[in-house]
């Protein structure tokens, strides 16, 4: 790695010379299929026709202005995701942790317009919202935020999917959200009971409080329906949205609902950059492509094949302690840290990631097709088959 670059990065020895649906290619003319995505963003593959033009367009026409003044485009593909949603109005920004920003801003506005002082939030063990400040406190992972004290201040935290746990807090009268991953990422791909959500909904509901949901990864078909939250039949009053959203262009956005609706106002919060005319072409043009090729139920037909590959071949192996997921949101659970997977994969030509100390996951791009869905699963089982009689 580079000294000119900060070292926040331990980086591959692999650098990627072009893209074409799931398929990279590195500088060496490599062929690699992408089991990762960019970490769930580029939901339509690689150098995707659609968003090619959408940005070649836009980009010939106007890139940026300012959130000054009207921005068309912007309303345009607020009123989409509102519709498509069931939520009621937009702020786009630059990324999920921007998203999540804007959440916990709108969470402590709930709060002070209720009298509360020190407004607080509850929170999830092992969940992952961002890297900012405040992201970086409301994220339950310990090691992250080592080196980064004083965290700021305004949040609990229970056990993710422990329904029992956030109703326990319930008498908190400083309380004033829940934020929560419908199925968590960086944590491990955990897929909860639906039960769970609508149990933190009506929690929500009873004690006023902002159900605040984290579909960064998440979201934008991911997970076989277009938002994560719609497998439950509940609405949020926060939706935090990026990675898929642009299809590699960086974009955020909050979905506001309910009580948190008319919560921001002139002033309270804003962006340079968010929701500009060129990132909204690129998000346009990705909602368009995952409706005229019904993507999200491609990506739950895909995940279901992966799923029953992975448990043909390596459900009863000794080293697998689960095999989990939604869509093509997945994860093999090993009985032991598998970081050395990543580069033994890479080597074999196919890119993954490893999180939660053992767990492989898996978000490829939803356009994969069965052939590809077949050699994920066969190169992965392959590999754990291989690395657990290395290690033996």
């Known amino acids: 790695m580079s000294d000119a670059l900060v070292q926040n990065y331990k980086r591959l020895p692999v650098a990627f010379a072009r893209g074409e649906g799931a398929w990279l290619w590195d500088t060496d003319g490599k062929r690699y299929l992408d089991a990762l995505s960019g970490i769930a963003v580029c939901g339509l593959g690689h150098a995707h026709p659609a968003v090619a033009k959408a940005l070649c367009d836009q980009s010939g026409i106007l890139i940026h202005t300012s959130n000054l003044y009207e921005i068309p485009l912007q309303t345009t593909l607020a009123e989409r995701l509102t519709a498509l949603s069931g939520m009621r109005r937009a702020f786009f920004c630059n990324s999920g942790a921007e998203g999540n920003e804007a959440a916990i801003k709108l969470a402590r506005l709930h709060g002070h317009h209720k009298g509360i002082a020190e407004p607080t939030i509850v929170v999830m063990e092992g969940s992952f919202h961002g890297r900012t400040m405040a992201t970086l406190t409301a994220t339950g992972n310990a090691r992250i935020q080592q080196g980064f004290a004083p965290l700021v201040p305004g949040f609990i935290r229970v056990p993710y999917g422990d329904l029992a746990a956030v109703a326990a807090l319930k008498d908190q009268a400083n309380i004033v959200a829940v934020l929560v991953e419908p199925v968590t990422g960086e944590g491990g791909i955990q897929v909860p009971q639906k039960e769970y959500l609508q149990g933190l909904r009506a929690l929500c509901d009873e004690a006023d409080w902002l159900l605040m949901l984290d579909e960064v990864q998440a979201g934008i078909g991911r997970t076989g329906t277009l938002f994560a939250f719609q497998h439950t039949g509940i609405v949020p009053d926060v939706l935090s949205l990026a990675k898929g959203l642009g299809n590699g262009v960086p974009i955020g956005a909050s979905l506001v609902a309910g009580k948190a609706t008319d919560l921001f ?128």
Not at 290 to 309: C, D, N, S, T, V
């Open 265 to 392: 106002t002139a002033g309270t919060h804003g962006t340079t950059f968010g929701g500009n005319p060129l990132v909204c072409a690129a998000a346009l043009a990705v909602l368009d492509t995952l409706e005229q090729e019904q993507l999200p139920a491609h990506a739950a037909a895909m995940g279901r094949r992966i799923l029953a590959g992975f448990c043909e071949r390596i459900g009863a192996h000794p080293a697998v302690r689960d095999i989990r997921g939604q869509g093509l949101m997945i994860g093999v659970e090993l009985d032991r840290a598998c970081a050395e997977l990543v580069p033994m994969a890479l080597a074999a030509g196919l890119l993954i990631n490893v999180t939660a100390e053992r767990v492989i996951r898996l978000l490829p791009p939803l356009i994969i097709d069965a052939q590809q869905a077949d050699e994920i699963v066969a190169i992965v089982s392959d590999l754990v088959t291989q690395f657990a009689a290395e290690a033996a």
